[in-house]
């Protein structure tokens, strides 16, 4: 055998266990490993900016993937914490790649369920909708009331919408929630629904 086919293995063999680790992890949580587009990028941050955060705030992104919405929410609030939860091993190595130059980023690895985000001060996810289903009364028990929480394409379909931004096309719509934002809750209404576009 020569060098280069044994190099060809190795890269064979890595691509083999990336992938596999990606179906593994989309097996046990239910949510493939997706990016968001430009367009969704830019409607979750003028959700964030519609939300009115405070300076030095804190933001979770649950499930970063590849860590494209953590670098643009890097970009739009630099003055932010941005924290990123990440379970699947290969996007969390790259989401560590793309934000290893940005001071105001961290990203974990884990299973955000299994951890304390009683400081965030605002919520994104990209998930889908089994993981939907669980994260709402997971949120109920960890975040302060006024939270706003930003869910892209897919939404929690028992809470308000404060605001919301219609995708394009095959392009996911993003929605902005006042937390708990149960259904009747109009303590702040005045964001309007349906403010995006």
Same mark, same amino acid.
């Given at each position: 055998?020569?060098?280069?086919?044994?190099? &060809?293995?190795?890269?064979?063999?890595?691509?083999i266990v990336l992938g @596999?680790?990606?179906?593994?992890?989309? $097996?046990?949580?239910?949510?493939?490993?997706?990016?968001?587009?430009?367009? &969704?990028?830019? %409607?979750?941050?003028?959700?964030?900016?519609?939300?009115?955060?405070? %300076?030095?705030?804190?933001?979770? %992104?649950?499930? +970063?993937?590849?860590?494209?919405?953590?670098?643009?929410?890097?970009?739009?609030?630099?003055?932010?914490?941005?924290?990123?939860? &990440?379970?699947?091993?290969?996007?969390?190595?790259?989401?560590? @790649?793309?934000?290893? %130059?940005?001071?105001?980023?961290?990203?974990?690895?884990?299973?955000?369920f299994g951890l304390d985000?009683?400081?965030?001060?605002?919520?994104? +996810?990209? @998930?889908?909708?089994?993981?939907?289903?669980?994260?709402?009364?997971?949120?109920?028990?960890?975040?302060?009331?006024?939270?706003?929480?930003?869910?892209?394409?897919?939404?929690?379909?028992?809470?308000?919408?404060? $605001?919301?931004?219609?995708?394009?096309?095959?392009?996911?719509?993003?929605?902005?929630?006042?937390?708990?934002?149960?259904?009747?809750?109009?303590?702040?209404?005045?964001?309007?629904?349906?403010?995006?576009?």
């Amino acid at each position: 055998m020569t060098v280069l086919q044994i190099l &060809e293995l190795l890269v064979l063999a890595l691509v083999i266990v990336l992938g @596999l680790s990606l179906l593994v992890t989309h $097996a046990l949580t239910g949510v493939p490993t997706m990016s968001a587009g430009r367009a &969704e990028k830019a %409607d979750v941050v003028a959700l964030l900016q519609q939300a009115g955060l405070p %300076d030095r705030t804190i933001v979770y %992104d649950l499930g +970063c993937g590849w860590g494209a919405q953590l670098v643009s929410l890097a970009r739009a609030f630099p003055d932010a914490q941005i924290r990123g939860i &990440e379970l699947s091993p290969f996007p969390y190595f790259i989401s560590r @790649l793309r934000t290893h %130059d940005l001071p105001n980023v961290v990203v974990r690895r884990g299973n955000f369920f299994g951890l304390d985000l009683g400081d965030a001060q605002a919520i994104i +996810c990209y @998930l889908m909708p089994r993981a939907m289903v669980k994260l709402g009364p997971f949120l109920d028990g960890m975040l302060k009331t006024g939270t706003p929480v930003v869910a892209l394409t897919f939404w929690f379909r028992d809470r308000q919408v404060s $605001a919301s931004r219609d995708g394009a096309g095959l392009r996911g719509a993003a929605a902005l929630y006042i937390w708990p934002a149960h259904k009747g809750d109009v303590s702040r209404s005045s964001i309007g629904a349906n403010a995006g576009a």
